[in-house]
């Protein structure tokens, strides 16, 4: 193997999703740890004040020591080299989240063992499957009371829809964790809680074992017989296929504060996740092995640094290798272009870098060229990677300038920071660009919108809330715009377009949305817009 091929076959490039407050920053924290990129803990989220210090990149961020962006950091473990993207949870929540998705090969999804699969978790996960990339599910904070783990794999199956297969599986919790049984290795892994030890002492028990008395005690260990007599019997098998497909998910119990199970489980998922995936460009499949660069940009943000203005272009490399004295073709800018200033994350620290490899992030200066989708390829190449879909806000708001004189600043901001994507834009068929109906996926988005118009384009808003939750695209291949005297709709129900010209409905309620399709035989809703 070429050293470029195995520099492109050691790549491991994933997000890890979850809810707020399930562990995912305490996780992703050991990981680095265990890769040497970090030295102590507490560097990917200190506390509030201190966390801005990983990225003070806007004000807003430093003001609400929150991060809006999702960052991207690389670190080297055992031969791997390792891309984890991470996706912001809370009220900072915004498209950007889904889409960093779209930039992942696979998803370690980290559930909180008292609290199951929670709403966020929900939505990342739609995503994923959207994607059919590996789940790797991480059931933490087993050092507390937790649910019945057989209840807690059947949630997930139930309310995700996803196979689970156990890898390990626990014993008791909270103050009687005893730790984990591994079922491939038929072995106990003894829980002993040593703060910030490395790893916990695994010892090698095999389920029949008299010794393991002595170690979890006769009561676990009967019920642990008849777990694993039921795990055995009851679940699926392992089959690496589906694994790969996102069709099984792999079970991972543990307690990442404790530092307890997370380096088996960073081995197997390592061992068991995928290389960088190829990504479809209309016929054509792009391979990361392929010799020649390619990249699309999945993440735009603006004004990381406030004195010059900049804007940063995400960008997943897909195939070969980045080399930045090269330049690239920009398919949508119809341009050769030299990408400037290429950095990249290493845990709390940006670094310029000369080259990467397919599965790796880059972020590159972006003169405002860059949209979300956009292609990089070899001069030569001309192919378009798909559009990254829309994802549908959750979140309304009616917007105009406060002074109608600034109508031109206020629609110019608007249409760039909606061309950004951290915003979505709609107007009805009937009203001017007087105003904006604003359509976000998390409500932070409204309040840099705010931020942002009145700092780099000196308009106050005036802003309104609206009552809707839920949009749909409508399907419509009939080159005809569908009027709304053609619709049988509710009051609650608003037709409105955006700005590439396709119409959508908004819905105060999924129960309104169920009415209008019943309504609506012919009509075609759906979720991801293109
Ligand atoms: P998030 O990124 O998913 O939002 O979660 P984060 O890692 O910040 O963890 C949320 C809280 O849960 C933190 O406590 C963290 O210490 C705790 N936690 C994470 N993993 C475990 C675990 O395995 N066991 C136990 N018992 N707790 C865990 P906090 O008090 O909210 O924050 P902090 O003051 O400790 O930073």
Same mark, same amino acid.
């Given at each position: 193997?070429?050293?470029?091929?195995?520099?492109?076959?050691?790549?491991?490039?994933?997000?890890?999703?979850?809810?707020p407050?399930?562990?995912?920053?305490?996780?992703?924290e050991?990981?680095?740890?265990?890769?040497?990129?970090?030295a102590q803990?507490?560097?990917?989220?200190?506390?509030?004040?201190?966390?801005?210090?990983?990225?003070?990149?806007?004000?807003?961020?430093?003001?609400?020591g929150?991060?809006v962006?999702s960052?991207?950091?690389?670190?080297q473990?055992?031969?791997?080299?390792?891309?984890?993207l991470d996706?912001?949870?809370?009220q900072?929540?915004?498209?950007?989240?889904?889409?960093t998705?779209?930039?992942?090969?696979?998803?370690?999804?980290?559930?909180?063992?008292?609290?199951?699969?929670e709403?966020?978790?929900?939505?990342?996960?739609?995503?994923?499957?959207?994607?059919d990339? $590996?789940? #790797?599910?991480?059931?933490?904070?087993? +050092?507390r /009371?937790?649910? =019945?783990?057989f209840?807690?794999c059947?949630?997930? !199956?139930?309310?995700?829809?996803?196979?689970?297969?156990?890898?390990?599986?626990?014993?008791?919790?909270?103050?009687?964790?005893?730790g984990?049984?591994?079922?491939?290795?038929r072995?106990?892994?003894?829980?002993?809680?040593?703060g910030?030890?490395?790893?916990?002492?695994?010892?090698?028990?095999?389920?029949?074992?008299?010794?393991?008395?002595?170690?979890?005690? $006769?009561? #676990?260990?009967?019920?642990?017989?008849? +777990?694993? /007599?039921?795990l =055995?019997?009851?679940?699926c098998?392992?089959?690496m !296929?589906?694994?790969?497909?996102?069709?099984?998910?792999?079970?991972?119990?543990?307690?990442?504060?404790?530092?307890?199970?997370v380096e088996?489980?960073l081995?197997?998922?390592?061992?068991?996740t995928?290389?960088?995936?190829?990504?479809?460009?209309?016929?054509?499949?792009?391979?990361?092995?392929?010799?020649?660069?390619?990249?699309?940009?999945f993440?735009?943000?603006?004004?990381?640094?406030?004195a010059?203005?900049?804007?940063?272009?995400?960008m997943r490399?897909?195939?070969?290798?980045?080399?930045?004295?090269?330049?690239?073709?920009?398919v949508?800018?119809?341009?050769?272009i030299?990408l400037?200033?290429?950095?990249?994350?290493?845990?709390?620290?940006?670094?310029?870098?000369?080259e990467?490899?397919?599965?790796?992030i880059?972020g590159?200066?972006?003169?405002?060229?860059?949209s979300?989708?956009?292609?990089?390829?070899?001069?030569?190449?001309?192919?378009?990677?798909?559009?990254?879909?829309?994802?549908?806000?959750?979140?309304f708001?009616?917007?105009?300038?406060?002074?109608?004189?600034?109508?031109?600043?206020?629609?110019?901001g608007?249409?760039?920071?909606?061309?950004?994507?951290?915003?979505q834009i709609?107007?009805?068929?009937?009203?001017?660009?007087?105003?904006?109906?604003?359509?976000v996926?998390?409500?932070?988005?409204?309040?840099?919108?705010?931020?942002?118009?009145?700092?780099?384009?000196?308009?106050e808003?005036?802003?309104e809330?609206?009552?809707?939750?839920?949009l749909?695209?409508?399907e419509?291949?009939?080159?005809?715009p569908?009027?709304?005297?053609?619709?049988?709709?509710?009051?609650?129900?608003?037709l409105?377009?955006?700005?590439?010209?396709?119409?959508?409905?908004?819905?105060?309620s999924?129960?309104?949305?169920?009415?209008?399709?019943?309504k609506?035989?012919?009509?075609?809703?759906?979720e991801?817009?293109?």
């Amino acid at each position: 193997m070429s050293k470029y091929e195995s520099e492109i076959s050691r790549r491991r490039t994933f997000a890890i999703i979850s809810h707020p407050d399930a562990g995912k920053t305490t996780l992703t924290e050991k990981f680095l740890l265990y890769g040497g990129a970090i030295a102590q803990a507490g560097v990917v989220k200190g506390k509030k004040n201190s966390r801005a210090a990983t990225s003070d990149w806007m004000e807003i961020e430093k003001q609400r020591g929150i991060s809006v962006t999702s960052s991207v950091m690389q670190f080297q473990y055992e031969g791997f080299c390792i891309n984890i993207l991470d996706t912001p949870g809370h009220q900072d929540f915004s498209e950007d989240t889904y889409r960093t998705l779209m930039a992942a090969d696979s998803a370690v999804m980290v559930i909180d063992a008292a609290k199951g699969v929670e709403a966020q978790t929900r939505k990342l996960f739609k995503v994923c499957v959207m994607r059919d990339i $590996p789940i #790797f599910t991480f059931i933490n904070k087993m +050092d507390r /009371e937790a649910r =019945d783990p057989f209840e807690l794999c059947e949630e997930i !199956e139930k309310e995700l829809g996803i196979d689970t297969y156990a890898v390990n599986w626990p014993i008791g919790c909270g103050k009687d964790f005893k730790g984990v049984y591994d079922r491939n290795k038929r072995e106990i892994i003894h829980f002993t809680s040593n703060g910030g030890a490395r790893q916990a002492t695994a010892v090698e028990v095999g389920l029949d074992d008299p010794e393991l008395d002595g170690l979890i005690g $006769p009561a #676990f260990r009967t019920q642990l017989q008849d +777990d694993i /007599e039921l795990l =055995d019997g009851a679940s699926c098998d392992f089959d690496m !296929e589906r694994v790969r497909h996102g069709k099984l998910s792999p079970v991972f119990f543990g307690s990442a504060l404790t530092n307890f199970g997370v380096e088996p489980f960073l081995e197997d998922f390592l061992r068991m996740t995928t290389p960088p995936l190829p990504r479809q460009a209309g016929e054509v499949i792009v391979d990361s092995m392929d010799d020649e660069f390619s990249a699309f940009v999945f993440k735009i943000q603006a004004n990381m640094n406030k004195a010059h203005r900049d804007r940063i272009a995400f960008m997943r490399v897909v195939s070969g290798r980045f080399d930045a004295d090269r330049e690239v073709y920009h398919v949508q800018g119809g341009k050769k272009i030299k990408l400037s200033r290429p950095q990249q994350l290493m845990a709390a620290e940006r670094e310029i870098i000369e080259e990467a490899y397919a599965g790796d992030i880059i972020g590159v200066f972006d003169p405002g060229i860059f949209s979300i989708g956009d292609t990089l390829c070899a001069p030569g190449k001309k192919f378009r990677f798909d559009p990254i879909p829309t994802f549908a806000p959750e979140h309304f708001r009616r917007v105009r300038p406060l002074d109608t004189m600034k109508r031109k600043q206020f629609l110019k901001g608007m249409e760039q920071i909606a061309q950004e994507g951290a915003i979505q834009i709609f107007k009805t068929p009937y009203t001017g660009m007087e105003e904006v109906i604003v359509g976000v996926v998390g409500t932070l988005q409204f309040d840099v919108l705010e931020y942002r118009l009145k700092n780099e384009y000196g308009v106050e808003l005036y802003m309104e809330g609206l009552p809707y939750e839920y949009l749909r695209w409508i399907e419509n291949d009939t080159g005809e715009p569908i009027k709304e005297e053609q619709l049988i709709l509710g009051t609650d129900v608003k037709l409105v377009e955006d700005y590439k010209g396709n119409q959508l409905l908004l819905f105060a309620s999924q129960w309104s949305i169920h009415w209008v399709q019943d309504k609506n035989k012919d009509l075609t809703l759906t979720e991801f817009g293109g």
